[in-house]
């Protein structure tokens, strides 16, 4: 599914000129076709479902592919609850170096990721700052439950995000939780075209203060992870501020495989970018060279 975005501008124009506008917006509409297509050929290889959103903030101008459908978030869901965290921050209810304490009682599994409990198997009292740090850089599954305590948990998360006007990005669970059970993760979801939307209101500064946007926006560009995946088959140099996600494969099914972020161009555009890569039989490399194509494919198309 294609979705145009396409915002209200006051124009004073003589009818040759409405003219000439419509023909350009037909133009568009089959450029974005074709991109549309390219995406839909290379998320043909994954084995899976594949669902993309991707929008030039500048412009409006977007693409989708089962855009709307729900996915599977796994890690992803630590920038919004990030935000969160950080919005808490702005308001006063917690500060960047305040120490919290960390049982090993909130500690994920073993199976489960977690450089924080690695480096403190005893426990530890670490800051805010450091927590989401360890969260969004690192992917730390502990260190994510932790800063869902401090948000107030899933219910005040989603209340932030429903005063956004974001609804279809789900986080209901914790990564203890989700690693207790593979199933548990289908109810912690997003739709592609909402994490896009969130993007656009995180790189607007919407939600956030000047000071937290620029500290989550810099802990997404050091992302450790997912190094293959949306800046995979981008040029070095690219900036790219993104969050991973990714699960456990059961039975020869990979639940989740993602990508989301924002992708900065040589003209100073930004591109939103999820991609979403759902109960495949392909292997890692596989996976992640999809959504290194698709990154790809649409940094091609608006640079």
């Known amino acids: 599914m294609i979705r145009h975005f396409l915002f209200p501008i006051v124009l004073l124009f003589s009818a ?3 003219a000439q506008q419509k023909v350009t917006q037909s133009s568009n509409r089959r450029s974005a076709a074709s991109l549309r297509n390219q995406i839909e050929q290379i998320a043909g290889t994954a084995q899976g479902r594949v669902g993309v959103a991707a929008m030039l903030l500048e412009t ?3 693409v989708a592919l089962l855009g709307d459908q ?3 978030m796994q890690s992803v869901y630590k920038m919004p609850i990030g935000m969160a965290v950080l919005r ?4 006063g209810k917690l500060t960047l170096d305040q120490k919290v304490r960390v049982e090993t009682t909130e500690y994920v599994s073993q199976r489960q990721h977690s450089p924080m ?3 403190f198997p005893k426990g530890t009292d670490v800051s805010v700052s450091e927590l989401l740090r360890y969260s969004v850089s690192e992917s730390d599954g502990s260190a994510s439950d932790v800063l869902m305590r401090l948000a107030g948990g899933p219910k005040s998360i989603m209340a932030y995000f429903k005063s956004l006007g974001i609804k279809d990005i789900i986080i209901a669970n914790t990564e203890k939780e989700i690693g207790g059970d593979n199933a548990v993760q289908y109810r912690n979801w997003a739709k592609p075209t909402e994490v896009v939307g969130l993007l656009r209101l995180f790189q607007q500064g919407r939600g956030l203060s000047k000071s937290s946007r620029a500290l989550l926006l810099r802990l997404m560009t050091e992302t450790e992870t997912g190094l293959h995946r949306l800046k995979g ?3 070095a140099e690219t900036v790219v501020a993104h969050k991973t996600g990714t699960s456990w494969t059961v039975d020869g099914v990979t639940a989740a495989t993602n990508d989301i972020g924002l992708i900065t161009l040589p003209t100073g555009q930004h591109i939103a970018l999820a991609v979403f890569v759902s109960d495949s039989k392909a292997d890692e490399k596989t996976r992640e060279a999809v959504i290194a194509q698709i990154a790809l494919a649409t940094w091609d198309f608006w640079k």
């Open 60 to 62: 409006g101008e977007s």
């Open 117 to 119: 409990r690695d480096q």
């Open 88 to 91: 808490l921050v702005d308001q």
């Open 16 to 18: 040759p000129l409405f």
């Open 70 to 72: 729900r996915f599977p």
């Open 233 to 235: 088959q981008l040029p």
